[in-house]
């Protein structure tokens, strides 16, 4: 079946989404505006919702096939192919229930002993899950400035080069601040760790919402042999409840060693998140090509909606994702934690930016995924909380 040509649908209201009954929406007191958890306010993807009802109808409840049979090794390679040129043999694709069951499957039986180091400001559940493969966190701060941050390559091969990390891990595109990395800058990464025989996993979850400006991290020359990804079709096709992630491993024989463990160890994947991660990856592209489209909109809307209402807040708008990185300490909150200021005075729910490392009190992280009119009144919210 053919594209479907409709763009994604923002257009629902406030008790729609809470009727729905996921986090974002249940968790919050009612009369609070979630902008915290990344999920997105949108009508799901037509494609997927026919491919559900259909497997639904046929009975498809049970426990999932191998791999090989259900036709997702092939549509993962087929659409990173097409949209970034990155060359994928099926026979390296190995299911799993998310990126983050992936990252610690990879940690735990790919990975070198030693530390793992990870670039902060960083999605949360990095910083977890390495104590809990039985890894050192080594926090590396990136260095942030008016234009954005980057990769303190330096911190890194120090690292590496001191023998307490042999592994990093990155999210590329950037959780939380946004950023896709530049190919120069994936490079030089490449290059250090190359130096010192360490190994790269890239979270690249965000990259379908990044358009053609992103790098795969292995598909840069040499990086192959020394890295592994993990993707999903959860965030650009609004669908983490189902439960299906890909690792993309070094060989057809890294896939193997992993396939090789108990199936308890991928962590439960799911028979319909396998259909709907097949269908969003065939059928669901010129969808997606209106979601980064309607995003670019969100972030400019949210850039000229900050300019208007809290010029104090510095903010570098994202390149990628739907999530913006907030530095709230100009507007003068005198110590006050701006992700509670803004929950009790202006009925918002941002995530708190000392989740993301240390370091980061005074930040926010904002979901902007929503409709222009919802986005309006979180601004307004945060505007009323923060000034």
């Known amino acids: 079946m053919a594209d479907d ?30 902008a915290w958890i990344a999920e997105l306010d949108v009508v799901p993807c037509p494609a997927v919702t026919r491919a559900l009802h ?23 390679a087929d659409f990173f192919t097409e949209r970034f040129g990155w060359a994928i043999d099926p026979g390296t694709v190995l ?12 940690l ?48 890194i091969e120090a690292e590496l080069a001191s023998g307490r990390a042999r592994t990093v891990l990155i999210a590329n595109p950037h959780n939380p601040t946004g950023r896709v990395f530049t190919r120069a800058e994936l490079e030089s990464l490449r290059d250090v760790v190359t130096r010192h025989g360490g190994r790269v996993i890239s979270d690249e979850i965000h990259g379908p919402l990044a358009g053609s400006g992103f790098t795969p991290y292995r598909t840069l020359p040499g990086a192959l042999e020394h890295s592994t990804s993990v993707v999903s079709v959860s965030k650009a096709w609004n669908l983490p409840g189902l439960k299906c992630a890909q690792i ?38 010129a969808w997606l090509d209106g979601m980064v489209e309607a995003l670019r909109e969100r972030r400019d809307q949210l850039t000229d909606l900050l300019a208007e209402r809290l010029p104090a807040v510095r903010h570098v708008p994202s390149e990628a994702t739907y999530l913006a990185w907030l530095d709230v300490r100009p507007t003068g909150l005198e110590g006050e934690d701006p992700t509670a200021v803004a929950l009790r005075r202006g009925r918002v729910m941002v ?16 979901n902007f995924g929503t409709s222009a009119e919802r986005l309006d009144r979180i601004v307004a919210g945060l505007a009323t909380a923060w000034t």
């Open 351 to 366: 995530q708190d930016g000392r989740l993301f490392g240390p370091g980061y009190e005074g930040f926010v992280r904002l």
């Open 54 to 76: 259909d497997a639904v109808d046929r009975g498809v409840v049970g426990y999932p096939p191998l791999a090989a049979a259900t036709g997702l090794p092939e549509a993962t």
């Open 5 to 34: 040509a409709a763009g994604p649908d923002f257009d629902l209201d406030d008790a729609a989404l809470r009727r729905a009954g996921s986090m974002k929406w249940a968790f919050p007191p009612a009369d609070v505006l979630p």
């Open 248 to 285: 993309i491993c070094a060989s057809p024989q890294e896939a193997r060693t992993l396939y090789g463990f108990n199936h308890v160890a991928h962590h439960g994947v799911s028979s319909l998140g396998v259909v709907a991660s097949v269908a969003a990856y065939a059928e669901g592209r």
């Open 95 to 106: 299911p799993t229930s998310d990126v983050m069951a992936g990252i610690m499957l990879v």
């Open 108 to 155: 735990r039986h790919l990975c070198e002993p030693g530390g793992v180091v990870v670039p902060v400001p960083a999605y949360p559940p990095f910083l977890a899950a390495i104590p809990y493969a039985g890894r050192e966190l080594v926090t590396v701060p990136m260095v942030l400035s008016d234009n954005g941050c980057r990769l303190d390559l330096d911190r």
